[in-house]
Structures are given as structure tokens and as C-alpha cells.
């Protein structure tokens, strides 16, 4: 069966044709970065007119490269919960628009349980897992008895991990996204030169809380400055070193309560996903402290791509899960 899959929760518009749920045809990913980098973060209504721009010849560029016409694929879904609602009505409404045109089934997607799906692309994953959804708008974990059921066990009480990363880089002037360039930086860096707040890594629970270490960093770049809305000059060296120390402190809570809900749980595999499961520490450090198989999807299956949604569709529609042109784009996120 060929599922389009088609992904605009956020600032990507993407498309791309899936075989069976694992064979990936075609992935074309439109980023929107560089109209959002002179803001920090993404302008919700600029994001918007940018997916109108961009998906008809994305939808195009996804049935190009997969060597296919659109009257062969079987089969729409779209990521239709959580994310922007602007963002996400856009690709709602264009899949509505090609399944009526072909009249081929349609299925709305959940964009955080495609995130924890996209690992399956790559590999077979044994299941019960412990999946771990890490992104820009969400940080949570999952108890899964299979791809396609998951219990939530704990999410952020406040920002995101990928907020967090995208602030931090914004305080030290580095950019945006936050996260790859912070990776990056980090590399350079001594890990232990600064302590920030590893909120509630003690508490026994599953929550996260990351707005915190924000505000940490924020009066370490200050100084004395402090309240004045300024920042001390910050040489390039210990920007490195606060890069290493930050991502040192998200990273140790992001692994202590993942492998915590592993060994709670008995899970057989720990799945991540999102584009925070791109950080190469947490990775590293994932696979060396996890008690269980770690499944980490390669970096174009962890940022916002359409196979993961054409992957978890195909398994949505072999279940019989079918949305009719009533399907609405939902911005809720998801919480405990
Ligand atoms: O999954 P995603 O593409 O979009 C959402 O669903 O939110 O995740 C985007 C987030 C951004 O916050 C970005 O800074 C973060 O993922 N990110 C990273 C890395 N690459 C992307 N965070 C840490 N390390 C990275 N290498
Ligand atoms: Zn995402």
C-alpha cells in the first residue's frame, strides 16, 4: 500500500511517499529556518503562509522522487495533533483536498506518536518499549505495548527540552534552531565548567521541568548586569563551556528519567524520536546507560519528516482507523 504522508504541525513543511509502513520512497522536507531565524523562534502566522507556499511543490517533489503519479498512492495521511493550528490546518486541509480528488482514504496522524513510530522505519522494534518523544514542543514519555498504543507516563510540567535549547542559544547569540548549533558549540567545551539545575532528576516521577535551567543560563550571562536586560561580553571559550555544561544538565535528567521508566517499566526497547533525539550527547549516552535495546532513528527520521506520518498512517488505515473530510487540525499538546 502506498501512503502519502504530509507533515506541516510546525516550521517544516514535509511530504513523502511510504511502501507498506517501512519502505520509504520519498522524504522532501522544506525547512522555514532562515524565516525564522531573525526572530529565535517561530512566528506562528509567518509559518502559515510559508506551508501554502511550500506544500503543492513539495506533494510534487514527494511523488517525483518516489516514481510514482498521484493516482497511484492508496492511501492520505497528515499529521493533524498537536502543533500550531495555523500550520497544522494547512496540510489538514490539502490532505482533505487530495483524498476527495482521488478518492482515497484519509487518516489523521498524532505528530508525537509519529515521532515515537519513526524508529520502526528502520528497524524492528520489540515491544512492550518506553517511548521517548523529545522535541521542540514536547518532552514525553510514553509506556507502549505496540506501535500503535501508548500509555503517557510523564511529559514537561512547563517548557519543552527543545525550547530549552533554542532560548539558551538565543542568549548566547548563536542562532536558531538552537539545538544543533549548541551541539555543535558544545563539542569545544568542559561539561563540568558550570552547575545549572537538573530539575526534579530526584523526584520520583516522570515529570520534566526545563524552564528553570533557562533562566539559570540567562543570569549566568548577565553577570553583575543583572535586571538591566544586558549581557557581559562572553568569550567564544566559555560560551563552549556553557553550551557543554547546559546540555550536560537537560541531558542527564532526559537519560536518568528515561532509563528510570525503564527499569520501572521492564520495557524490552527504549524508542526515541523528535529533533532533540538528534543531540549527539544525549544519544551517546543514551546507548551507554540503557538497560535495553535503544533505538535511535537516523537525524532525518528525528526532525519533523513526512515518512513518520505515512509509516504510522499505513498502520492506522490496516487497523481500519479511517478520518472522514470532518477531520480537524487540533493544537492541543499533550500533558499529563
Ligand atoms: O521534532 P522537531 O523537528 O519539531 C517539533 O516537533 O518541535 O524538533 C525541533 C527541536 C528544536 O527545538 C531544535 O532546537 C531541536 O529540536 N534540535 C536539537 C538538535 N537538533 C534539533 N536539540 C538538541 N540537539 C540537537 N542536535
Ligand atoms: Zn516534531
Redo the contacts with the bound molecule.
Sequence with gaps: MYVLGIET????TAASVVLDGKNVLSSVVASQDNLHVKWGGVIPEIASRAHVQAVVPVVAEAFQQAGISRDQIDSVAVSARP?LLGSLLIGVTFAKGISFALGKPLTGVN??EA?VFAANLESDITYPAVSFA?????TALFYSESLMDHRLIGSTIDD????A??KV?SILGLG?????V??RTARAGDRKAFQFPRSLIREDSYRFSFSGIKTAVLYHCQGHTRGKDQRRDISTEEKADIAASF?EAVVDVLVAKAVKAVKDTGAESLVI????????R?RERLSAECPCTVHLPS?CY???NGAMIAGLGYYRLQAGIKDSLELEADPTPVRM
Design positions: 504541525s510546525c516550521d517544516e502543533g505528530h508525537i515521532h523529545v522535541s521542540g514542543g514536547h519543552a527540552a527543545g525550547e535549547f533554542d542559544a536558531y534552531p538552537g539545538g544543533p549548541i551541539d546540555q524520536g523528535g529533533g532533540v533525539a538528534c543531540n549527539s544525549l537525524i528525528c526532525i519533523d
